[in-house]
């Protein structure tokens, strides 16, 4: 199964996204991170879209995200709501092309936060926006934060029913 990993910080949910990296991999699984931050993808808007058409690092990014079977979302909570690197690196993705659904469409996913705060805004809102889009969200998700580590036999668990799903 090839696994991507969406991380649109750097910094705590960085190393969040590596540790799943590492139990996809330790399960057998094939799986790479897919750094929004790094990717540093222009700002979506109709203008740029109409002015410069779609870049071609972003139908690299859908053909590679269309490749894969699984997701794995891990973000910061940015003002109650998702970070604006996942925002636009989905609007993108959104009009990529004739198959962008392929993007997203009856994939599974994980949704996975390192927040500062609570962080159950963020996860409810990538649970809405992926849903909506037509993923399907893994039940269970991923929060942790200064005082709440990884716990990684529940990590396993949620990646497996990830495996399970695809």
Not at 36 to 52: G, I, R, S, W
Not at 73 to 101: K, M, Q
Request: include cysteine; proline fraction near 5%.
């Amino acid at each position: 199964m090839k696994i991507s990993i969406l991380v649109a910080s750097n910094n705590h949910n960085l190393k969040l996204a590596q540790q799943l990296h590492q139990i996809v991999s330790d399960m057998g699984q094939n799986s790479q991170i897919i750094d929004l931050v790094e990717e540093d993808l222009p700002l979506y808007t109709p203008k740029f879209q109409a002015e410069y058409g779609i870049p071609e690092k972003i139908k690299l990014l859908a053909k590679t995200i269309i490749d894969t079977e699984g997701m794995i979302f891990v973000a910061p909570e940015y003002n109650g709501s998702i970070p604006p690197t996942l925002n636009n690196a989905i609007a993108w993705l959104s009009v990529s092309g004739d198959d962008w659904r392929g993007c997203f469409n009856g994939k599974p996913a994980i949704i996975a936060t390192y927040s500062g705060g609570g962080g159950q805004y963020v996860l409810l809102a990538m649970r809405n926006q992926l849903s909506y889009i037509g993923m399907n969200v893994i039940g269970r998700q991923i929060i942790t934060n200064g005082n709440k580590p990884l716990n990684i036999d529940s990590a396993k668990e949620i990646v497996k029913q990830l495996i399970k799903f695809s």
